[in-house]
Structures are given as structure tokens and as C-alpha cells.
T-cell receptor
């Protein structure tokens, strides 16, 4: 069964520095998709970045990049030049093709990022 | 283009009651997924609706049911509420069933006393 593991319950980073949030996944499928979402205290899940298993290059979206290491089954999120507004929960997720539908997501437990001024 | 909206924002119910949560999908999106997020956990998939039909279900009992309307808005109904149903309920809409690009609403926080 698909599984997402985020081993860092909380992380601190100094403003303007880069930070890496870890995510490992478990799947026996060759085709899969990986996502990162940001959840501020307001509760809304904000899509950040997507990586397909067959994508040859690591995904990037502005200050967000995904360090995709397929052999290690890791998909770490890198946030460059951290801002105070980046303080939030961050969730790694994988699309589950066996959940009875083609579109549901399996989430990790999340990492709480705190950016210090 | 309006985003995903959910109502109500907060809700307090007592054990045994029934509750209906509502979700309006983003304009043009025909797929709605519902997730339950307990405190300190990641969201868990409840079910998905595609063109008014249930298109998959997670590990939730039948007292969790849903509907999708012709305008693609959706309802989540929970009967016989239990204390463990207290959670943030998130609705996500997308244009296709592939899961890529799911856009989430702000959620409804349900408290069961």
C-alpha cells in the first residue's frame, strides 16, 4: 500500500535562509505523482508543487523546488529565501491509484515550519 | 474565477446528531473530493464525486455519505455523530479525476460534544 512518511514534526529556519523538508514514500507502482501542500493556520491546503514519477527534471515553482530521488523514494521540498509568511504546516502527498478512484491523495503527517525573523 | 468555498466555517454538534457540510467547487471543476483531517494529522480521503456519481471511497463507514449536484457542488452528510468525528473537513475540486491540481477549500471545523 502507498505510504508517505514525514519524519520532521517541526523545523525552524532563519528568515532568508533555505530549508529542506523531508518526505519519503512507499509504492510498488512505476507511475505515480507526488505533491506538496502548505496549510496555514487558517486551514486551507495550498498546492505548492507536483512531481510525476516519469518527469526527468526536478520540479520547480518559484522559491519551491522538489529534490526528487527516485531510487531512494524521497521527494524533499526545498524552500529558498524563507519568508515569515512561510510559517505553516507542510504536507507531502501521493496520488493513490488504488483508493477506489483515480484522484484521491494520501498525505503524510506533516511538518510544522517556523520562520524566525 | 472563484475558488472552492465551504460552509459553514465552524459547527458544534452533539453525539448522535446528523450534520451536512457543503462545498462549492471551483468554476469548471467537475470532480469533488472530501477529506477528514483530525488534529495533528494529515488529511484522510473520505470519498470522491465525479459528474454526480461516487467515484471512490476511503476507509470510512456508511454513515458518511455524500451528494454531488448538477452544478458540481457537493454535500457531505454524517449520521450518528461520534466524538471521533471532530475534525477539519476539507473539500477539494479538480477538473479531472487524475488527482493532479486538486484545489482545496478552507474547510469546515466540526466539533462533536
Amino acid at each position: 500500500a502507498q505510504k508517505i512518511t514525514q519524519t520532521q514534526p517541526g523545523m525552524f529556519v532563519q528568515e532568508k535562509e533555505a530549508v529542506t523538508l523531508d518526505c519519503t514514500y512507499d509504492t510498488s507502482d512505476q507511475s505515480y505523482g507526488l505533491f506538496w501542500y502548505k496549510q496555514p493556520s487558517s486551514g486551507e491546503m495550498i498546492f505548492l508543487i507536483y512531481q510525476g514519477s516519469y518527469d526527468e527534471q526536478n520540479a520547480t515553482e518559484g522559491r519551491y523546488s522538489l529534490n526528487f530521488q527516485k531510487a531512494r523514494k524521497s521527494a524533499n521540498l526545498v524552500i529558498s529565501a524563507s519568508q515569515l509568511g512561510d510559517s505553516a504546516m507542510y504536507f507531502c502527498a501521493m496520488r493513490d491509484p488504488y483508493g477506489g478512484s483515480q484522484g484521491n491523495l494520501i498525505f503524510g503527517k506533516g511538518t510544522k515550519l517556523s520562520v524566525k525573523p | 474565477e472563484t475558488g472552492v468555498t465551504q460552509s459553514p466555517t465552524h459547527l458544534i454538534k452533539t453525539r448522535g446528531q446528523q450534520v451536512t457540510l457543503r462545498c462549492s467547487s471551483q468554476s469548471g471543476h467537475n470532480t469533488v473530493s472530501w477529506y477528514q483531517q483530525a488534529l495533528g494529522q494529515g488529511p484522510q480521503f473520505i470519498f470522491q464525486y465525479y459528474r454526480e456519481e461516487e467515484n471512490g471511497r476511503g476507509n470510512f463507514p456508511p454513515r458518511f455519505s455524500g451528494l454531488q449536484f448538477p452544478n458540481y457542488s457537493s454535500e457531505l452528510n454524517v449520521n450518528a455523530l461520534e466524538l471521533d468525528d471532530s475534525a477539519l473537513y476539507l473539500c477539494a475540486s479538480s477538473l479531472e479525476t487524475s488527482g493532479r491540481g486538486q484545489f482545496f477549500g478552507p474547510g469546515t471545523r466540526l466539533t462533536v460534544l
